[in-house]
């Protein structure tokens, strides 16, 4: 859903008054009513004049009038008027950009991690839910990779990835290499495939590897490399999705009820929902999808404000989701903050 034509037929009061209930609405997640609005904010009109405008407001979809209560609440239309036309763009405090740097900034954390990291800050400092899809692979650059012994007839094999991503696979063998038939092997592999993504190596593989010399001992996980290439070398889809701890989302008046609640385990148990409406905005910057914006009607409860990073071969969705009753100014200003940080990490 979308409202091109959102705001254009407001006047200015009705604008002041919006803005009102929206800050007064995400503060106290209670319904707001004339006489706060004419209490808290110099608007220059008496709380009459406010109801008035509020209800005309109330006509327009703006807000919405709860059988329990007097006061009104924002729709996501409002919500919609105020991330795209009120809201002043910001940086995050200097505390919070601290907190952030000190905790991702480590070149020698694997990028799944730093991603959990991320998502666990995130959720504190916003006190939503930090969200986050791990990179796809099938890009990514192959740095080198390293074959050691795990057992008497298995070989662990760790691809490390440009951007600091890892794959690891294990596969059998039949008898207990030495390992110096794996060093020879591993160095005559670095030689023939670093420098390609992955897609390349699965593609080529048969190619590059079919003159290759090695050990007797060397020679079944070579036929292995060429003849598994399509499942060592490859990733379904995206990567993972992460979340950080959803213990200061589950507080939140909005998840009171066990209905909300239900929902929400429901959305962090089973991921599928939240990784195809995240990937929706792959590659578009920091994006904000409101309530009934989300496709899935299991997600109209919620807001999704999520940016893509990008880090060497790699990119992913790094992001939050809350009720729509955010603070967006400061969400969206650590969403993007983060972003930029995961673009530089592990470089």
Known sequence: ??????????????????????????????????????????????AATIRNTMSDLEER??????????????TDRAYRFFVDKLMASALPTPDEQYALDRELTDAHVQIENILKKAADVLGVLTQELGVAVAPSVDHAVLERLELVDAAADRVLIVLLLRGGAAKTIFVETRSQLPREALATLASVLNERLSGLTLRQVRATVRERLRDVAVQQQGHELL???????????????????VLGSA???????????????????????????????????????????????????????????????????LSGIIGVMGPTRMPYQKVIALVGHTSRLMGVLSQ
């Not at 979809?61 to 924002?74: D, N, V």
């Not at 003849?227 to 993972?240: C, K, N, R």
């Open 1 to 46: 859903m979308t409202w091109a034509s959102v705001g254009t037929d407001l006047s200015d009061r009705e604008v002041r008054v919006l803005e009102a209930v929206i800050e007064t609405y995400v503060e106290t997640a209670e319904p707001a009513g004339s006489r706060t609005i004419a209490k808290r904010f110099n608007l220059g009109v008496s």
């Open 61 to 74: 979809g703006y807000l919405f009038h709860p059988h329990t209560s007097a006061g009104r609440i924002p």
């Open 223 to 241: 036929n292995i490399f060429v003849q598994e290439a399509d499942s060592l070398f490859h990733q379904e889809g995206d990567g993972p999705v």
């Open 247 to 313: 213990t200061m989302l589950a507080d939140q008046p909005e998840f009171s009820s066990n209905d909300r609640m239900r929902n929400l385990l429901e959305l962090t148990e089973h991921r599928d929902v939240l990784r195809r409406a995240l990937m929706k905005h792959h590659g578009t910057g920091v994006t904000v999808t409101i309530g009934a914006e989300n496709a899935d009607p299991k997600l109209e409860a919620f807001t999704l404000v999520t940016s893509t990073y990008e880090n060497d071969s």
